[in-house]
């Protein structure tokens, strides 16, 4: 007994020595990280960051598969940006003539297409995306008028000019032709979509003022029309397989009105040569959308477009299951750019990003670096979309 | 059984007992030049060197050579300002674009709450373009950036930025 209660002593004995010195000493101040400043309302709401800053006209954004990184076309040359570390990395030559850029299935290679002399073709390049440096790219086709990767790996489906229609082939990495589908679609592509399981392809062609929509089974080869506008109208950008239906902006061409009104149109995946495309009412009789996007699960469409005539530009997300349209950003005075390219979606669907800068026309002298001001220049700007109306 | 436990205990007394006695020295020995991990903060209340570029002369500047530029540098501190080194930058808001063209003037001595005025004949015709693919038509014309900026031996700076229109 008294055996024990020595030895109970000891151990708190030494419980207390080796305790001393865990107690606080003095205490040192860290101070609290300086807030992201990018992340107030910088002309398009709240929650909007700027991805990119400075000079320079910025498109066709383009997010790699894991999200950490940004392609984007940079007054013709093409920059690849670490969102993590902020390093921007040239991917081209300065005076390559870039016009929009897209990443490769693995995030290793970029896809660049430069413009080419006949009206709307261009050739298609790939080029080494791994922060290495290296600006060398490849020629892999010309003549191409409309791309789109293949869902789930790193092959093209490309639209080549022909003299009066144009064909559909499908390319590997390196730009060989894997398979040529024979059968050829009237007029010039000026758009390409793949459905989600990339089976088949929904092409756009202009033909003598007329625009038409073709789906083609990539397996079988077989192409039937599903839609044609009437003279004046034209399709814009490139229409969008959804897992809802088959989408596009649609509306008088400028030439024929001087302001031009569109409508955004729905088909079902299954549309014969005389399934007549519905309006989309979701988003409102009044709404003139200018250019969509399907979100990587095919459940959700951004859509770039105005409330009505007068009001301004502004991202909107339209659940394609229930019809619900959310709105994502509310801009006063930002320009948004509506080339096909110029709105992306993250790979996860959490954000979408677009191009804009300040529509003022005024001099104003600002405290700060050129490469810090982000309104007055074309930048990229990331809208996230989830949990919108919250 | 009682053996075990009693040399359990004693090598229990000795390690804690050593594990005590360094961290008594290591008390001891940090406690001596402690310094808090704060950010150095500032030594100067606030800007010594302000600057001001007029917006009014910017409207009037055109896209030609020998263009007037006059950027007011003024001392707002309490002590004099040995020199002040201004440099202005004229570049394309086109980064493809490889040239910019860069001024630079010195001004000595600028006594408290003393203004001077410092002006540059800046060139201000129009950049070359490396392609005209670099241009986008729906952007419109590039402008030019001018970019002012101040500094002085003692680290004071300021930087002001207007964008020009085409």
């Known amino acids: 007994m008294r055996s024990r209660s020595r030895t109970s002593i000891i151990l708190v004995i030494a419980c207390v020595i080796g305790?001393?010195?865990?107690?606080?000493?003095?205490?040192?101040?860290?101070?609290?990280?300086?807030?992201?400043?990018?992340?107030?309302d910088l002309g398009l709401g709240p929650g909007v960051r700027a991805m990119t800053a400075g000079?320079?006209?910025?498109?066709?954004?383009?997010?790699?598969p894991d999200d950490e990184r940004l392609a984007f076309v940079m007054d013709g040359y093409v920059v690849e940006k670490d969102l993590s570390t902020g390093t921007l990395d040239r991917r081209t030559t300065k005076d390559f003539g870039a016009g929009a850029v897209d990443w490769g299935h693995y995030g290793e290679k970029l896809t660049v297409t430069a413009p080419e002399g006949e009206e709307g073709a261009f050739a298609l390049y790939r080029t080494q995306s791994d922060g290495s440096g290296d600006m060398g790219v490849t020629l892999i086709s010309e003549g191409v008028l409309a791309a789109a990767r293949v869902p789930g790996g790193s092959d093209l489906l490309a639209a080549f000019a022909g003299e009066t229609q144009s064909t559909l082939a499908r390319l590997k990495e390196d730009g060989e032709v894997s398979r040529l589908y024979t059968r050829k679609l009237d007029g010039s592509a000026t758009g390409v979509s793949l459905s989600p399981d990339g089976h088949r392809a929904l092409t756009s062609t202009r033909e003598d003022g007329f625009f038409s929509l073709y789906v083609v089974d990539l397996l079988e080869g077989s192409v039937r029309q599903v839609a044609r506008t009437e003279e004046g109208k034209e399709i814009l950008g490139a229409p969008q397989w959804t897992r809802e239906g088959?989408?596009?902006?649609?509306g008088e061409s400028e030439a024929s009105e001087e302001t031009p009104v569109y409508e955004l149109y729905r088909l079902p995946a299954d549309a014969g040569a005389n399934t007549r495309a519905?309006?989309?009412?979701?988003?409102?009789?009044?709404?003139?959308?200018?250019n969509i996007r399907v979100s990587p699960e095919g459940d959700r469409l951004a859509v770039l477009g105005r409330r009505s005539l007068n009001s301004p530009?502004?991202?909107?997300?339209?659940?394609?299951?229930?019809?619900?349209?959310?709105?994502?950003?509310?801009?006063?005075?930002?320009?948004?750019?509506?080339g096909p390219g110029d709105l992306a979606w993250s790979t996860g669907g959490q954000s979408v990003v677009l191009v804009a800068r300040a529509m003022s026309t005024e001099i104003e002298v600002q405290a700060t670096p050129a490469d810090k001001i982000t309104a007055d220049f074309y930048n990229v700007y990331e809208v996230p979309v989830e949990d919108l109306g919250d | 059984?009682?053996?075990?436990?009693?040399?359990?205990?004693?090598?229990?007394?000795?390690?804690?007992?050593?594990?005590?006695?360094?961290?008594?020295?290591?008390?001891?020995?940090?406690?001596?030049?402690?310094?808090?991990?704060?950010?150095?903060?500032?030594?100067?209340?606030?800007?010594?060197?302000?600057?001001?570029?007029?917006?009014?002369?910017?409207e009037n500047l055109e896209h030609a050579p020998d263009q007037r530029l006059e950027v007011d540098l003024s001392n707002t501190g309490a002590d004099p300002i040995s020199s002040v080194n201004a440099t202005v930058k004229v570049a394309s808001e086109n980064t493809a674009v490889p040239e910019t063209r860069f001024y630079r003037a010195v001004v000595d001595k600028l006594k408290a709450?003393?203004?001077?005025?410092?002006?540059?004949?800046?060139?201000?015709?129009?950049?070359?373009?490396?392609?005209?693919?670099?241009?986008?038509?729906?952007?419109?014309?590039?402008?030019?950036?001018?970019?002012?900026?101040?500094?002085?031996?003692?680290?004071?700076?300021?930087?002001?930025?207007?964008?020009l229109p085409p």
């Open chain 1, 19 to 40: 305790l001393a010195g865990c107690g606080p000493a003095d205490e040192v101040l860290i101070d609290p990280a300086p807030v992201e400043r990018d992340r107030t």
């Open chain 1, 55 to 64: 000079p320079g006209d910025k498109g066709s954004p383009s997010y790699g």
């Open chain 1, 246 to 250: 088959l989408y596009y902006v649609a």
């Open chain 1, 278 to 290: 519905e309006i989309v009412s979701d988003i409102g009789e009044d709404f003139i959308p200018s």
């Open chain 1, 313 to 338: 530009a502004n991202l909107y997300v339209l659940d394609l299951e229930n019809g619900d349209l959310q709105t994502a950003t509310s801009n006063e005075n930002m320009e948004i750019k509506t």
């Open chain 2, 1 to 58: 059984m009682r053996d075990a436990i009693s040399w359990f205990a004693a090598a229990a007394v000795a390690f804690f007992v050593t594990a005590g006695a360094f961290l008594l020295l290591a008390n001891l020995g940090g406690s001596r030049e402690e310094q808090p991990l704060s950010r150095p903060r500032p030594t100067e209340s606030g800007p010594l060197l302000r600057m001001e570029l007029r917006e009014d002369q910017l």
């Open chain 2, 113 to 163: 709450d003393e203004t001077k005025t410092v002006g540059f004949e800046v060139d201000l015709s129009s950049f070359e373009y490396p392609t005209d693919a670099s241009l986008d038509p729906a952007a419109g014309p590039p402008r030019t950036i001018l970019e002012v900026r101040a500094t002085t031996p003692r680290g004071a700076s300021a930087i002001k930025t207007a964008v």
